[in-house]
T-cell receptor
């Protein structure tokens, strides 16, 4: 069974704090993704990575950064959390081979107060 | 960047009816076209996909059709059941050098009324 695990299910942080969201997958997937999900806006791509230490911006990278030091782990960093970053964050991973499924983590509900 | 649009945003059908959701994309380099289903409180899961060299694929009550010329693909669900109620997302994928970008549509909320 493929497992994509996010470090926290619920998180409450204060404005201005530095926040780390961790994602770990156990299937040796090359590609990993971070999305945020908001009502009516679907899943919006923040950053993705196709290999260790490689990263590319998605559609809404502002206010976020990422780190991929090991193949199995992809971290999303909110440098200085703001209330408009309150959202559900979903991590996903997939093999690079065309036509393979993306597997999602359970999501992290982040509230910034 | 990739522009992905889904229609309709909400769809309500009676049990047993058919449902069709359409996804339009802008990037002609897209070459893989999956549909994901997200039930309330759960993570998205792949339900069906199609590659660019195929026009149609069917799996029991669900099917996907692709029109590459017009740059759209559609999800078809026949004989709908209450458990089909969920949000459905299309996610055309584009390979770009060593990277792949998986961009999702905004989703279609399907409600199947018993």
């Amino acid at each position: 069974d493929v497992k994509v695990t996010q470090s926290s299910r619920y998180l409450v942080k204060r404005t201005g704090e530095k926040v780390f969201l961790e994602c770990v997958q156990d299937m040796d997937h090359e590609n990993m993704f971070w999305y945020r999900q908001d009502p009516g806006l679907g899943l919006r791509l923040i950053y993705f990575s196709y290999d260790v230490k490689m990263k590319e911006k998605g559609d809404i990278p502002e206010g976020y950064s990422v780190s991929r030091e090991k193949k199995e782990r992809f971290s999303l960093i909110l440098e200085s959390a703001s209330t408009n970053q309150t959202s559900m964050y979903l991590c996903a991973s997939r093999h690079r081979v065309l036509g393979t499924e993306a597997f999602f983590g359970q999501g992290t509900r982040l509230t910034v107060v | 960047g990739e522009n992905v649009e889904q229609h309709p945003s909400t769809l309500s059908v009676q049990e047993g009816d058919s449902a069709v959701i359409k996804c339009t994309y802008s990037d002609s380099a897209s070459n893989y076209f999956p549909w994901y289903k997200q039930e309330l409180g759960k993570r998205p899961q792949l339900i069906i996909d199609i590659r660019s060299n195929v026009g149609e694929k069917k799996d029991q009550r669900i099917a996907v059709t692709l029109n590459k010329t017009a740059k759209h693909f559609s999800l078809h669900i026949t004989e709908t059941q209450p458990e089909d109620s969920a949000v459905y997302f299309c996610a055309p994928l584009r390979r770009q050098g060593g990277s792949e970008k998986l961009v999702f549509g905004k989703g279609t909320k399907l409600t199947v009324n018993p």
